[in-house]
């Protein structure tokens, strides 16, 4: 294993060390001592943590409990709940008349609550769910655009002790339909639309669409939030207005209390095999690990205005818009738009706008402002930002080199954090005292042991690729999978099953100096403009077509997208592919999907690569796509 230096004279390649100021200014100065005394004592240190950075209704008994690996407890015999920290809690301190939330719409809009005012608004958002009969331990599916209420309705939802799961308002109506159906949510809280570049994405409509199937079964009571006010069907008795329901309606209402290890929130997300999976976090470790993580790398300070521009529906939006800032009581900033609406220099304007101190992105978005030209940025005074991040993907150098000179004016240090829905938090990552490397995700976080190891174990050389694992718990991790707790075995746990460690699905390799390179997925993950999607969910789409036998789909690089999907399909017996299918395959896709699924291209072809077991070798489409070797092929049968 790679010991990892920070010493400025002994740093191999090019660094970016922090000034004097920025480590003067830091939360967290003593980070690089620290991360080895949490290596040390990890319960220690989650321990003093969970005291420092939250209030607890009732104190816990035990910090870990690993009786029951991978089941692992953090926290036990605690009582708590993330809304009692994120929002009941300031009430009574001078951060109660503070901003906590900034909304601008798409349309210039302006909506702002203090934590007073936001505090409000869940209480009677959770009062409307009670009076629909939900209650502790419900599931509630929650498809809305970026508007405040969906933060609202996850705040309002934790209150009342029921389960969130949130289906971003990008998704199609047959994966809202199975997501609905596998948590057997009997509430769904919706809008009319969403608006996104000047269009209305009928969300109402896809909603209705998804419960016209079985999941229509499931789901006893639609909440629609209107935005748009477009018209839109309704059934009477199932649908209600948010409005008609919350009207009169007591700001007060009470905090069910939890147990740690109660569930919080499952988020679906894709794997390797079938459906997307549910992914469940707890309500006492999440707590502490999104926490402390914000805290120590984006250095968040009372004054500052943080702006995290990932959308509230995924783990990114969960972690780091609506739970950890208000955890710290920060003030957040929220944009309703799309990055280049009216046109590439809105974030830039908004920034300079709302004198947002902290941005924190995604490569994707980053290349693509890139695209347009310095001007637009240079056009409005971006002084007010103080540190920079980004996430979902690798960060090229050259769009790192450019949101650092460009956005950031040479002063604001990168967090390139590496994390994962199932980690919760940020698992390898800088803080602005590291020195950092373009492209690199730096060292891994205060009591998080990753490493790089070969198949077997042993961990690898410096710059030799390998396996990313995590070896001991943390507070942040998955509990399980909704449902299927072998599932949640078989993916996560039992490649280094022997070892006991936590397999992230990654390859990545350590350089000299013991920073982290993140190679990407090992598995048939794909990720396209830093979305996740699995290479099954995409086939069974494809398949999903009546003229199409079987298909294959790879992820081919892209300079903007970082990946798009390409698709190799066997048409049944007798039929000829054409340009004109292709056209009608990608749109299936998309309506099945989602338009991030959408492949780029589409191949006809006679025959796939399989194994002897009849396993399709993707790896062999990819290398031929990308034109390169096409390695071993000694268990190729056709
Ligand atoms: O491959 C890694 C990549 O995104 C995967 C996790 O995707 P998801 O669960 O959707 O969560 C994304 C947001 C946390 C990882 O397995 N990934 C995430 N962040 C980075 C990254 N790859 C390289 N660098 C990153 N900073």
């Not at 969970?50 to 607890?56: G, P, R, S, T």
């Not at 990008?170 to 809280?189: M, P």
Request: charged residues 20%; hydrophobic residues 40%.
């Amino acid at each position: 294993m790679v010991a990892p230096t920070t010493n400025q004279d002994d740093m191999h390649g090019e660094v970016y060390f922090p000034s004097a100021e920025t480590i003067a200014q830091a939360n967290v100065p003593n980070y690089l001592a620290l991360r080895e005394e949490a290596l040390a004592d990890p319960v220690a240190y989650w321990d003093k943590r969970a005291k420092e950075l939250l209030d607890w209704i009732e104190p816990y008994d035990q910090v870990l409990d690993d009786s029951n690996a991978p089941f692992y407890k953090w926290f036990t015999g605690g009582k708590t709940n993330l809304v009692h920290n994120a929002l009941d809690r300031h009430q009574n301190t001078a951060v109660r008349n503070k901003q906590a939330m900034i909304w601008v719409g798409e349309n210039g809009d302006v909506r702002t609550f203090s934590y007073r005012q936001l505090w409000q608004e869940v209480n009677r958002f959770a009062n409307v769910l009670k009076g629909l009969g939900v209650k502790k331990g419900d599931t509630v599916t929650i498809y809305m655009g970026r508007v405040p209420e969906l933060p609202m309705a996850m705040l309002a939802t934790l209150k009342l002790g029921a389960v969130h799961s949130v289906v971003y308002g990008g998704f199609s109506s047959t994966a809202l339909a199975s997501r609905i159906e596998d948590a057997q949510s009997k509430v769904l809280i919706t809008c009319d639309g969403a608006w996104l570049r000047g269009k209305v994405i009928k969300l109402k409509d896809i909603a209705d669409e998804a419960l016209s199937s079985e999941a229509g079964k499931v789901v006893e009571n639609v909440v629609v939030y209107q935005r748009t006010q477009h018209e839109v069907n309704w059934i009477e008795g199932r649908d209600h207005w948010y409005h008609d329901l919350s009207d009169g309606v007591s700001k007060v209402c009470d905090t069910e209390v939890m147990d740690s290890e109660d569930p919080q929130f499952i988020l679906y997300t894709s794997g390797t095999t079938g459906r997307p999976k549910g992914v469940l976090h707890t309500c006492g470790g999440y707590q502490v690990y999104t926490a402390t993580t914000l805290k120590y790398v984006f250095d968040v300070k009372p004054e500052d205005v943080y702006w995290c521009a990932a959308d509230p529906g995924w783990i990114t939006g969960h972690s780091y818009i609506v739970y950890a800032p208000l955890l710290l009581g920060a003030t957040n900033f929220i944009y309703e738009g799309a990055p280049n609406f009216p046109d590439p220099g809105i974030w830039w304007r908004l920034i300079e706008e709302w004198g947002i101190n902290i941005l924190y992105t995604a490569p994707t978005a980053i290349r693509g402002l890139m695209r347009f030209g310095d001007e637009h940025p240079n056009a409005s005074d971006l002084s007010s930002l103080r540190l920079l991040g980004s996430v979902g993907e690798p960060i090229n150098p050259e769009a790192w080199k450019w949101y650092y000179n460009v956005i950031g004016g040479e002063r604001c240090p990168i967090m390139d954090t590496w994390w994962q829905t199932e980690t919760g938090g940020f698992m390898i990552t800088p803080t602005p005292v590291v020195p950092l490397k373009p492209g690199s995700g730096t060292l891994p976080f205060t009591g998080i042991s990753a490493d790089v190891v070969r198949p077997d174990g042993t961990s690898c050389d410096a710059n030799e690729d390998g396996y990313l694992v995590v070896k001991t718990p943390w507070p942040g991790m998955a509990r399980t999978v909704w449902g299927d707790p072998d599932r949640f075995v078989d993916v996560y746990w039992s490649t280094f099953a022997d070892q006991g460690w936590y397999f992230t699905g990654d390859s990545a390799k350590r350089d000299e100096d013991g920073y982290f390179w993140i190679i990407g997925r090992m598995d048939d993950v794909i990720k396209v403009s830093g979305y996740r999607l699995g290479t099954a969910e995409v086939e069974a789409a494809l398949g999903s077509y009546p003229d199409v036998a079987e298909s294959a789909v790879i992820g081919v690089p892209d300079e903007l997208r970082g990946n798009v999907i390409h698709a190799y399909c066997i048409l049944n017996q007798g039929l000829e592919g054409s340009d004109e299918l292709a056209a009608i395959l990608k749109k299936h896709v998309r309506h099945e999907v989602g338009p991030i699924a959408m492949p780029s291209k589409i191949t006809f072809v006679d025959s796939l690569p399989k194994t002897r077991s009849g396993k399709i070798m993707r790896r062999l489409l990819k290398a031929e796509a990308m034109g390169k070797p096409l390695g071993d092929t000694s268990t190729l049968a056709n």
